[in-house]
């Protein structure tokens, strides 16, 4: 009996990342002014390279979670000769919640950094990990 508990213990954990399907990563450019925003996102499997987004427009990804919940993805972001910010754009750790199937992240006029919160229903201000 003790081994039949502990299976389905670790089939129900496991099907939290069966479930979830594929996680959709937006990060938008709310700059304004015409501002290019330079961003180079990654794990540690994939690099997305670097790439150049125009004032308004949002680069975006999709991956599934891997098994053991340890999915990382993180962006440095730059524009106007500023210096470059760091962000964790997707953990499943920390973000699952917050980021069912879609992780939305904007960089605004004043240069902050939001994330759409789908549990809520609201944008969240977050500091970039400089």
Known sequence: MRNI???LLLLFGLSRFIVSGKVRVRVVNKLGSGMIMNIHCQ?????LGYLAVPDGLEM????????WGTTLFYCDVQWDNSNWHHFVA????WYSNRCQTECSWLISKDGQLFVYNQEFGNWDLMPFQD
């Open 5 to 7: 508990t502990i299976l």
């Open 60 to 67: 975006e990804w999709k991956f599934s979670v891997n098994i």
């Open 43 to 47: 794990s540690h499997d994939n690099d």
């Open 90 to 93: 997707y953990s499943y750790e």
